[in-house]
């Protein structure tokens, strides 16, 4: 059975005459009589009663008219959504997002993109940047928003965002209220940290120019997230670098302080596996544009 015979009995069953059935389907009458008769001899049943005056459905006709409507309406739906998925019009994109990407400039990106593509179902995961590597690489995400280095060759990545490096401290200590600060300041300092297993690299560049200054301040406390970080600091277990815009929210306890000059910015790209040919995944990728510089 095929989707033409469906729409041929639907015709017929709709017009209850072969001639005008006929005609809708733009086929020759002697044609459509035999097809409907191949139908029925597939199914073994007669769908229709037959007299020189007239033509009608049997029961059996009936029952079978409500299932091929709805037969030829999900071929319809899937015919439709196949042209849409071509455009990436719908579909799924599984975004893994590490914490301080979620920021008001990204909530822009993603509500430009839900308005410009609302068939396009988002599912966001807070996800470090080691682990949206390692789920991009087994297929479990579609991209990325992470810290640099992304050195396999089999992703790809794009710049979109940077953020200057500033100092988050507890509020009430020596740095919180110094009018300007140096490299020599942090030795002896103790540091919170994101565990090494789910940071990528980002303290290197504090912890050469504290080296390079004769600072040297020790890792005291290790946290598993962002947040954590912050509110162990607040807490008064000890100080860290970390972004402008995350110090963009305040929170009790915590003093964010710049940094000495020397250190570049932390950047964001947006990562995907290379050959990934979704066109959803493409026209998410165009809605970054140009890279965003934050202050």
């Keep these: 059975m095929e989707l033409r015979h469906l729409r041929y009995f639907t015709a017929l069953a709709e017009t209850l005459n072969f001639r005008r059935a006929a005609e809708n389907l733009r ?16 199914l073994g049943v007669r769908l229709f009663e037959r007299t020189t005056r007239a033509v009608s459905l049997t029961h059996a006709g009936r029952v079978f008219l409500d299932e091929a409507r709805a037969v030829l309406a999900a ?35 993603l509500r430009k993109f839900r308005q410009q593509f609302p068939g396009v179902q988002l599912s966001l995961f807070d996800l470090t940047s080691p682990e949206q590597l390692q789920r991009l690489r087994a297929r479990e995400l579609d991209a990325g928003l992470l810290r640099p280095p992304v050195s396999f060759p089999e992703l790809e990545y794009q710049f979109v965002e940077e953020s200057p490096q500033v100092l988050a401290v507890p509020a009430g200590h020596r740095l919180a209220t110094k009018r300007v ?32 200054a004769g600072a040297k301040p020790y ?31 305040k929170r009790p306890g915590l003093v964010f302080r710049t940094l000495p000059p020397g250190l570049p910015p932390v950047q964001t790209v947006l990562v995907w596996r290379r050959g990934d040919d979704s066109p959803a995944l493409a026209n998410f990728r165009r809605g970054f544009g140009h890279p965003v510089k934050m202050s």
């Design 27 to 42: 086929l020759a009458q002697p044609s459509l009589s035999t097809q409907v008769k191949a139908l029925e001899d597939e």
């Design 75 to 109: 071929a319809a739906q899937a015919e439709q959504r196949a042209r849409q998925a071509e455009h990436g019009l719908v579909g799924t994109l599984r975004l893994g997002v590490i914490a301080p990407a979620a920021n008001a400039w990204l909530a822009g990106v």
């Design 181 to 212: 600060l140096t490299w020599a300041d942090f030795n002896g300092e103790p540091l919170v940290m994101v565990h090494p297993s789910k940071q990528h690299a980002y303290y290197d560049a504090f912890l050469t120019a504290c080296a390079a």
């Design 219 to 249: 890792p005291a406390q290790y946290a598993n997230d962002i947040q954590t970080k912050l509110w162990l600091i607040s807490a008064g277990f000890g100080i860290a670098p970390t972004t402008a815009t995350l110090a963009r929210v």
